[in-house]
């Protein structure tokens, strides 16, 4: 089913955003009053992406699931690190790769009722990758994709604009325009949260059939983890920035090891009453993604923080000795000989936080 | 007598087209510290319902028939500066976005007090004040933080401080409007516990209104399924999850992922509801559903009851009996998504 | 790439082989899609009683100014004199429609100008500023205004800070001095109103554009590899093109008013007559004193119409940008 070969590799990204200060401020932060502040969106996120596989990216409102999945299909560039994919590094691709790549890379946004241009038809919105790549046999793909999304019969649609569709009907016409490039992978961005229930298994299947048919690969970007366990093979778990859990979707689920996880995991509501579930009481709020803590960024709410180490010294995600998933947490021992307690009692340098903070941390 | 008794309520919207029929003949009652959900996909006429209810229907809504009774008294024929006494020291309601019903220019302090004031003229300085430290205190804020701005508050504090605000005059029946749609999971969580024990805490009653399943099923004792303006079933929450007897509950509660379970088989109900304007002449759900028949599209079901549940199907015995192997089986729904077009005409 | 390494292949691989069948030409479809989208304008237009009333009028200002060497009675600055000896000028005569004894519908000016014929070919006069500016200034403010909004940071910057810079000059005072410097011309008035007018459009647009920018239908073309000028013309020109028609509809209005006000203190055109002009030759011979209210108040009233029908269709088009429709 899946193939081990990977198709896209997402090597340490960083995206930091500045923060919008206005002219003035710019003029004066040039006469050294101190740096510009960054909102660390994503701060040294690495994973693969296979062929053939749905991988999920979960997390809350602002851990960088979605910033990182618009940096895949290069909407964003990379502060630092890289996306590579076909052995080439794409910060060092020409023009020419690039838009070899678009052909490649697509998504699917999260808001039906905007992802058409509301003045462009369907079948206009449908062939304009292909008139972008100058592909031939414009008419039969554009029939072929609104096939495939279950728009039938496909010349009904062809003329009509998006206001006189449904929010079903829209997401399927994203669909059709996100495959007529046969892309090798599509990252979805909640691609079915703002459609009725009803409806999202039926769209979730397309998304399946492409992947079991035709072997796509879906990165499946989502803060709903039951529906992340119906559709990924593989999951990462988000948290300010950073991967704190990787791996197959059920080890995470089932038995997930990293302390955001499981409160995460146990704070989803389930459909049935007779379920009792044990409530998380996970204390204060998702901290400052601006002005980064240094170690651990879960520290503050963590119920099981340990010391000193969780302080000072980030965790780094790593295969762990005792389970399958990888995890970025201290309370566990690294199966790759890393050892954060020779950091805790050594220099500066050895802790990795955030460019653009002030301060060195382990100074005291 | 029940608190809150609802009996053949319909409400419509004036439209150019003619009326809308958002709610058409909706019966249900409520007990004193109950907790109901109504639950529903868009345009089953759900939050019409609660406005009617609260008395915030816009401009072209209007109640057609039917009458709401609370405590005694029918609020469809109730006066305006009743209606208004009632709102908020009776019935308070919890929105749905925060965001959007906090005024950024005043502090959360000042806006509760506002609420206090308007409805219990002569409250005191001091005694308002005491309220907004208990209610912050009841929803878990500090209450140091009354004086802030609504800015200044985080997307779940905003929704904390809108049920302080709804809380403070202590009424005997809470709508909370798809109250926790617009929060993370860990939040939602967290805002699901506080409501639950605060219901608890002051004995009021609740209705909860969502399109979230799991939410109705973790915290309410009765549900009420509605579908295109209609009551499709209705009945104590565990039975309606264990073994309901309407088809579109079957569907719906096979449409939701479970994170506890693997390998599930999702389900997808074909084709849209119908339109309000002009409502199909039988059952609203026939259009859709697999096991409908010519009866089902020319008649109207009545209500069956079954188990403790009410449901209104014309097969609700057949679905005891033969038909809910073929109901609860993903694959009878998928079929006729197939055999149908993709998308029907709007 | 797409297809060629797959051993499960794609929903495609039967269809590459076949020939390119009918492959509409891409220009017939840009084509295409301004042309509904105009369609659906006018639409939406029409269904408001005064715009279409406005509109009416607009065109019959239009057949007026095409058709002005056939309505008007006399060439508009040829002295009119009196009687077949041609040697007395025909000044002051007070209009026919009034009832008076004369050949001239409304009369003559001080100057023996026939005042109906002039308030004919003035329309020429009206209508060429008013439109061609009209179509410059919001041709050119959305231009800018799209450029700025796509590209931001810098580009953004420079652009805003020129429309900025634009602001700061009072409409009617930079007109005016504009025209002095270069010479008291019908395109002198014209250019000097554009050189100012766009800056108003050009913000608005520029801010359109930020929005539309961040809009996922913009992501997905970017994503399908869409250069910037594609992006540009396909994605947001139409769908700021509202706004477009609403300024240059108030566009129209403002610059009739604009040359109206430069001619009435002197600096029209002289060798045109216009609106503008005929009130200002009527102050200029005190004709309000003299009681010929028939030289003034026609093209003032010429004027309040064209402009008022401006304003309106241009609040027509509000309801077209009213987001709530979309």
Not at chain 1, 336 to 353: F, I, K, M, N, Q
Not at chain 2, 188 to 195: A, G
Not at chain 2, 236 to 255: M, W
């Amino acid at each position: 089913m899946t193939g081990d070969d990977v198709l896209l590799e997402v090597d340490d990204l960083k995206k930091h955003f500045k923060v919008n200060q206005g002219w003035i401020a710019s003029l004066m932060e040039s006469f050294g009053s101190g740096g510009p502040d960054y909102v660390h969106a994503v701060d040294g996120v690495s994973f693969e992406l296979r062929e053939g596989e749905t991988l999920g990216l979960a997390g809350e409102s602002g851990c960088g699931k979605t910033t990182t999945g618009m940096s895949m299909v290069k909407l964003h560039e990379p502060t630092d690190g890289d996306i590579v994919y076909d052995d080439t590094r794409l910060s060092e691709a020409s023009d020419a790769e690039i838009k070899q790549f678009r052909q490649n890379a697509q998504m699917i946004f999260q808001d039906p009722f905007e992802s058409l241009n509301p003045r462009m038809t369907v079948y206009d919105t449908v062939a304009e990758p292909l008139r972008i790549h100058d592909i031939r046999n414009e008419t039969a793909r554009v029939q072929r994709a609104l096939e495939f999304a279950e728009l039938l019969p496909p010349e009904q649609y062809f003329n009509q604009y998006p206001h006189e569709l449904s929010g079903g009907q829209r997401q399927r016409v994203a669909i059709a325009r996100a495959l007529v490039l046969d892309p090798d992978f599509i990252v979805a961005d909640e691609p079915v949260s703002m459609l009725d229930v009803s409806l999202r298994a039926g769209v979730l299947s397309l998304l399946d059939r492409m992947t079991d048919e035709f072997g796509l690969s879906v990165v499946y970007i989502s803060h709903d983890l039951s529906l992340l366990r119906h559709m990924c093979d593989r999951l990462a778990i988000m948290y300010m920035g950073k991967i704190v859990e990787k791996g197959p979707t059920e080890r995470v689920i089932e038995d997930p090891q990293h302390p955001y996880t499981q409160s995460l995991i146990n704070a989803v509501p389930v459909p049935d009453p007779s379920v009792g579930r044990e409530r998380v009481e996970l204390q204060g709020e998702v901290g400052d993604v601006i002005d980064i803590p240094t170690g651990c960024r879960f520290k503050d709410r963590c119920p099981e923080y340990i010391g000193d180490v969780c302080d000072q010294v980030m965790p780094p995600l790593e295969q762990k000795v005792s389970f399958e998933q990888e995890v970025a947490c201290h309370l566990y021992e690294s199966a790759e000989g890393y050892d954060p307690y020779e950091e805790l009692d050594g220099s500066p340098a050895a802790t990795e936080t955030g460019q653009g903070t002030e301060s060195t941390p382990a100074d005291d | 007598m029940s608190q809150l008794e609802v009996e053949d309520l319909e409400v419509y919207y004036e439209t150019e087209d003619g009326p809308a029929q958002a709610v058409d003949g909706v019966s249900f009652e409520l007990e004193e510290g109950e907790n109901v959900g109504i639950v529903g996909e868009s345009g089953c006429g759900k939050t019409t319902l609660a406005k009617a209810i609260i008395g915030i229907l816009p401009d072209a809504g209007y109640v057609n028939n039917g009458s709401i009774n609370f405590q005694g008294d029918d609020l469809t024929e109730l006066p305006e500066p009743q209606r208004r006494r009632l709102k908020w020291e009776e019935i308070s309601m919890i929105a749905q976005s925060a965001m959007n019903s906090l005024d950024p220019v005043y502090t959360i302090r000042e806006q509760i007090v506002e609420a206090i004031e308007t409805h219990r003229p002569g409250t005191g300085r001091v005694e308002s004040d005491e309220i907004v430290t208990e209610m912050f205190e009841l929803v878990g804020l500090d209450p140091e933080r009354a004086d802030d701005y609504p800015h200044q508050f985080s997307g779940g504090m905003r929704q904390r401080a809108m049920i302080a605000m709804a809380l403070a005059l202590e009424p005997s029946l809470m709508l909370a409007d798809e109250p926790t749609t617009a929060l993370d999971v860990i939040m939602q969580d967290q805002i699901l516990k506080r409501i639950s024990s605060i219901q608890e805490e002051i004995n009021s009653s609740m209705l909860v209104i969502t399109h979230d399943v799991s939410v109705v099923a973790e915290t309410c004792d009765r549900v009420i399924v509605m579908y295109a303006g209609k009551v499709a079933e209705e009945g104590p929450v565990e039975e309606i999850f264990d073994q309901p007897y309407h088809p579109y509950t079957i569907g719906l509660k096979r449409a939701f992922p479970n994170i506890r379970k693997s390998n599930q088989d999702l389900l997808s109900i074909s084709g849209y509801p119908p339109e309000l304007i002009d409502p199909p002449q039988g059952c609203r759900f026939a259009e859709r559903c697999p096991m409908a028949t010519d009866r089902c599209r020319e008649e109207e079901p009545e209500a069956h009851l079954k188990n403790g549940l009410r449901s209104y199907c014309h097969y609700a015995d057949e679905i005891d009996t033969e038909l809910r192997p073929y109901a609860d089986d993903p694959g009878t729904w998928n079929q006729t998504a197939a055999a149908t077009d993709g998308g029907a005409e709007e | 790439m797409a297809q060629e390494e797959q051993s499960t292949g794609s929903v495609f691989t039967d269809l590459d082989g076949t020939d390119a069948d009918n492959q509409v030409n891409k220009w017939q479809r840009t084509f295409r899609l301004w042309r509904e989208t105009l369609r659906e304008h006018w639409g939406m237009l029409t269904d408001e009683l005064s715009v279409k009333l406005s509109m009416l009028t607009v065109a019959g200002f239009m057949i007026v100014a095409i058709f002005a060497p056939y309505i008007a009675t006399h060439q508009p600055l040829t002295r009119q004199y009196q009687g077949d000896d041609g040697i007395l000028i025909d000044k002051w005569v007070e209009p026919s429609l009034l009832g008076a004894d004369s050949e001239y519908l409304l009369g003559t000016t001080a100057e023996g100008f026939d005042i109906f014929s002039q308030l004919v070919y003035g329309t020429r006069a009206a209508l060429m500023v008013g439109l061609i500016a009209a179509v410059f200034t919001a041709g050119i403010g959305t231009l800018v205004g799209l450029v700025a909004g796509y590209y931001g940071g810098k580009v953004d910057d420079a652009l805003m800070r020129l429309v900025d810079f634009l602001y700061g000059m009072p409409l009617l005072p930079t007109v005016i001095v504009l025209v002095a410097v270069l010479g008291p011309n019908l395109w002198n008035i014209i250019l000097a109103l554009i050189v100012l007018q766009w800056r108003s459009t050009a913000r608005v647009i520029r801010s359109q554009s930020l929005s539309l920018r961040e809009r996922p239908f913009v992501k997905a073309a970017e994503v399908a590899g869409a250069g910037d000028w594609h992006i540009i013309s396909r994605h947001l020109a139409p769908n700021v093109l509202p706004m477009t028609f609403l300024y240059g509809s108030f566009g129209i209005a403002w610059a009739i008013l604009a040359e109206a006000g430069v001619s009435f203190i002197g600096l029209g055109d002289p060798n045109t007559v216009s609106w503008g002009t005929m009130l200002q030759a009527s102050r200029a011979y005190s004709a309000l004193s003299f009681g010929a209210w028939w030289w003034f108040v026609p093209p003032g009233i010429c004027i309040g119409l064209l402009v008022i029908s401006g304003f309106l269709i241009g609040r027509g088009y509000e309801e077209i940008t009213n987001p709530k429709l979309q």
